[in-house]
């Protein structure tokens, strides 16, 4: 199927051609507007028989969307580092809200405290319900391949900081993304208001329907306990006793 977006010309057999408004990929409800009308039709794409502007049908799909990318940017970041960028890393965390995930690459340095942020190389999964692209020049649907080529060309600068060796990470990773791909993602964010830190690595569904995830306990990443210690002195009663490690605001 073409990909769907705001502008997109569509035909329908009853109202001839018309232009897509409006796309919410997560209930496969787009809003349209046809010929010279002033309001804009609400269409179900699984129902409604919406076409293309050369004929083709679009045909949404009933299996439950993903409502987050997380695990395509795992499998992106896992072919990355195949090819050479080790120094690549994924950092995902709940909003304060608890409804949505964030996902923030970066490369370089491994510092998961002081992250370098830059442009397009973060996201939430509240933005990607209704715009299901990653922000690097990618279409909806794009392979782990694909998305490695288009952030390769939006940012040259950016992913050329993270080619160099990082062996244990990963080693680490490629373990946790073969266990947990496709239907299942990590998450590296912890509320120390939710208790002490959970001794395997938190895992997370990116789509509704999925069942809770019952596979092996995964460890967390290379480093990641002696960051708790350093924070908390190396006192592990101080470590479950400490407010926040993360920000909300991040």
Known sequence: MKPLAPGTVIFHRHRGYGVIISVNLLTGWISARFGS????????????????ADGEPILFRRSPPDRMPHARLMA??????RAGYQRLYLYSWPKPSGLHWRWHLFAGQRNWMQRPWREGW?????????NPVLGWGDSPGASPQQLASALAQADPHGLAQALGRD???????????????PDY???????????PVPAALPVIAVR???????????????GWARLWRHCAGGDPERMQRAPRFFSSSD
């Open 208 to 222: 509704s329907g999925v069942p809770a995830y019952a596979g092996p306990e995964l460890p967390w990443p290379p």
């Open 76 to 81: 992106m970041v896992r072919e990355l580092h």
């Open 37 to 52: 009308e002033v309001r804009t039709l609400d269409l179900n794409l699984s129902s409604d028989e919406v076409q293309s």
């Open 122 to 130: 973060y996201g939430s999964g509240a933005d990607y319900n209704f």
């Open 185 to 195: 993602a990590y998450t590296l964010g912890w509320d120390g208001r939710n208790g």
């Open 167 to 181: 062996q244990d990470h990963t080693e680490w990773f490629e373990a946790v993304s073969e266990t947990l791909g």
